[in-house]
């Protein structure tokens, strides 16, 4: 897994690479995302209190079902927790993935129970 820090002209986003998918943190749409032929996967955030909510996702066709949007916010999770930052998810989506992936739980903030 290789991490890299772009900083552009008026961008700054991360990349999180595997063999399989690359995830981009792009800050400036306030997403992450992961280009899946001609379309977009995101998970859209905001950060407030050094906290990440994940607020939305969108998925192109047969993305979740592949598998590759579990793969994706796996990958979001680790780019987001070498930050120190907890999660609150707000989606059913985000919800699930914490509640089958219970070595996740230390992401959450205190109060927070799925």
């Known amino acids: ?17 595997t063999l399989f ?12 995302e992961v280009v899946e032929g001609d379309r977009l996967a995101t998970i859209e955030y905001q950060i407030q209190e050094k906290k990440y909510f994940l607020t ?8 979740e079902e592949s598998g590759k949007g579990e793969e994706m916010l796996k990958l979001t999770l ?19 993935y914490f509640k089958n992936h219970r070595e996740r739980k230390h992401m959450l903030p205190v109060g927070i129970h799925l």
């Open 78 to 96: 680790d780019m987001i927790e070498e930050t120190g930052m907890r999660v609150v998810p707000m989606t059913k989506f985000v919800k699930q």
């Open 1 to 17: 897994m290789i991490i890299r820090k772009f900083v552009g002209c008026s961008k700054n986003f991360l990349i999180k690479h």
């Open 21 to 32: 998918m690359n995830v981009i943190d792009n800050t400036e749409m306030r997403h992450f």
């Open 56 to 63: 939305r996702v969108e998925f192109p066709p047969k993305f």
